[in-house]
């Protein structure tokens, strides 16, 4: 079977992030990669340069994916929303639902190990929360039900029954 010749920027960064996940960042590697994707290794450094440089662009990818993607959920840019909890409930339901496969909390570990990546991650955070707070019109509260919701996001492969999340927000709202 023949490799692919080409293969976009965001398939090679999925890959980079799904591995980071699975298996930590020091799994990185350009055979690694090349072996996932089908790309040959030369093609993988002639597009990125160096190792590093290629994860940084593809944890960079990652926190561009979650930016859009909490847009989106926000109704697109200068999209209607409904004010008030159940706003706000449903804004970060759209975004659990947007961000789906996309591994949130490597991204965010990968991130912090990357002190010119960690103002990305606070970025994104107050964007979020700024969200939320538009609905909830508290800072303090939306900086709660963030932590919440991420700790909900982070924690939900073990499948144990915790708080539902919509009762926070309606205690805080």
Same mark, same amino acid.
């Given at each position: 079977?023949?490799?692919?010749?080409?293969?976009?920027?965001?398939?090679?960064?999925?890959?980079?992030?799904?591995?980071?996940?699975?298996?930590?960042?020091?799994?990185?590697?350009?055979?690694?990669?090349?072996?996932?994707?089908?790309?040959?290794?030369?093609?993988?450094?002639?597009?990125?340069?160096?190792?590093?440089?290629?994860?940084?662009?593809?944890?960079?990818?990652?926190?561009?994916?979650?930016?859009? *993607?909490?847009? @989106? &959920?926000?109704? %697109?840019?200068?999209?209607? /929303?409904? $004010?008030?909890? #159940?706003?706000?409930?449903?804004?970060?339901?759209?975004?659990?639902?947007?961000?789906?496969?996309?591994?949130?909390?490597?991204?965010?570990?990968?991130?912090?190990?990357?002190?010119?990546?960690?103002?990305?991650?606070?970025?994104?955070?107050?964007?979020?929360?700024?969200?939320?707070?538009?609905?909830?019109?508290?800072?303090?509260?939306?900086? *709660?039900?963030? @932590? &919440?919701?991420? %700790?909900?996001?982070?924690? /939900?492969? $073990?499948?144990? #029954?915790?708080?539902?999340?919509?009762?926070?927000?309606?205690?805080?709202?």
């Amino acid at each position: 079977m023949s490799r692919p010749r080409t293969l976009p920027d965001s398939d090679v960064f999925a890959v980079i992030l799904q591995r980071i996940a699975a298996e930590g960042e020091k799994s990185v590697a350009f055979s690694a990669i090349s072996r996932a994707t089908g790309l040959a290794g030369a093609s993988l450094v002639q597009r990125y340069g160096s190792l590093a440089q290629m994860v940084e662009a593809a944890l960079n990818w990652g926190w561009d994916e979650l930016d859009r *993607m909490s847009v @989106a &959920a926000a109704g %697109g840019a200068d999209g209607a /929303e409904t $004010l008030g909890p #159940k706003g706000a409930q449903a804004f970060l339901k759209g975004l659990t639902d947007l961000v789906g496969a996309l591994p949130m909390g490597a991204l965010l570990a990968a991130s912090l190990r990357h002190p010119h990546l960690r103002p990305r991650a606070a970025a994104w955070k107050d964007k979020v929360e700024g969200l939320i707070a538009r609905h909830l019109r508290d800072h303090d509260a939306a900086a *709660m039900v963030f @932590a &919440a919701w991420q %700790g909900q996001v982070l924690w /939900e492969g $073990l499948e144990t #029954k915790s708080f539902r999340l919509k009762d926070l927000v309606k205690k805080l709202g």
